[in-house]
């Protein structure tokens, strides 16, 4: 493994590392907490709610959905993290761009607020993310009382407070960002990436203000001792191998290595990376509306892009060279909070199968909810299983699908297969109305359905992650036609609710 330093135009250091290991990416903010406001973490989920070159909230589902991109943040007491990766560079870089526009050059109007942090009613995903948690540590060995009992007075809550949450404005939301999110304060590790491209990419960005880089200089020695703290403490650490993914394990543990090393902090003159002098002409071009087909313009792009790739040289699950693919969708599960609602479905169906036989096999939906989160599953026929993996992507990606998140009517919501393909299940987590969710569902699915230009479009990218993610020749799935996909969703769609 080889590493290298960086410095580009614009101020941000970037560190590189060589291991043909595929391509991942973390940008490291240094973002101090002052108060409980939780204003660090309304910025983390503004970013990804959108910037001038993306400008729409679907944006991010839309990317994670259809490619094989992994795009998330967390924020802490003193850093916000950004990281992505992809086994395909042309997807890399579009997850790099995305990201390089939601740091320097978001969107922050009053629809975000309200929809991402909080209306002052019940809408706002931070607000429904904070509900959760606070209603899991209630439920904890330990109760409220106590646990503040054992809170350091001193310390904030850098993810907000749930009854506060609300009176953050616009007006906090964007002086955090220019005074903290400036390319001198962010540091960007990398895995095999192309650092012209990256430059390039980068000369697209506005310009930062001279006048912000000068109150940096006043935050930087202290934010640099709390980062190289904060890299010393080993329940971090373990938190952070808990968090996240191996390959961006790798590249937090090098950042605080870098911290630590007095070598690499007292280099001034890291060598400035040159532009390529060529034309910019990317897989990643943006245009400022979306498509008639809803899909992101880079996305359809980007399918084109790798589709001619694909029938130029080889097969689709072969087209990576170099690197092992190390996806296993086969393991994609649901999230913890959804273990006792996924076995109450699994009873729903299978206490219902019987009367399937009966009705010459007609296939049934469960539907489950408790206060806070709602599950829709569905068992996948032995044969259907590559369709219901495609088809699965396709309904994450499709904006009807998308509107009760980006409205900030619940925390997160996707559809997934799961246990090696056996169900198909979407859920809603943190949700307002999780039973209002679940009679959506197949009136979304049947609207999908009809929607035929916009599964058309998606139906490539969702090809090329299937044969990735299952290590599959393009053959294997080449036959699977728009069509297919809609009969598919009417099925689902008309699938009875069991009675139990």
Known sequence: MTENIYCHKNGLKHINIIDNEGFSALFVVN??????SGVAHGVEHMVFRGSTAFPHPETLFQLTSLTDAKINASTFTETT????????EHTFMLAINYLLNGLFNPIFNADDLRFEIHDGNNKGVIYQELIGVEQANQESTKSTEESNKDTNENEFCYGGISTSIGELTLNDLTAFHQRFYHASNITLVTANADMEKIAD????LPKQSTQIKVELGKYRTQLQVNAQENALDS???????????????????????WLQDPYYQEIDDYKEIENSNKPLITDTDTLPVLSNSNLIPPLIT?????????????AIGLAIKNIEIKISANKTLLPNLFTKLCQQAKNQLTDNKSISNEL????????TSDQRNALWLTAIGVTEKKLANITSYIISAYPLFLVPRCQGLCYATQALTIENSAYLAIYSAFDVNPNTRLKEVPLCLLQLSQDKRFISMSLALAKIKYCRAYQAQSNQVINITATDISNYLQVLANNPHPKV
Not at 81 to 88: D, E
Not at 360 to 367: C, L, P, T, V
């Open 31 to 36: 973002t101090p907490i002052f108060d409980n």
């Open 81 to 88: 993290y950004f990281h992505c990766q992809s086994q395909c």
């Open 201 to 204: 990419l980068i000369t697209l």
């Open 235 to 257: 329940e971090n650490t373990e938190n952070h191998q808990k968090k996240y993914s191996q390959e961006i394990n790798k590249l937090i543990t090098l950042y605080h290595l």
């Open 302 to 314: 980007l399918s084109n892009k790798l589709v001619k790739k694909a029938n130029n040289k080889q």
């Open 360 to 367: 010459n096999h007609q296939r049934y939906s469960a539907y």
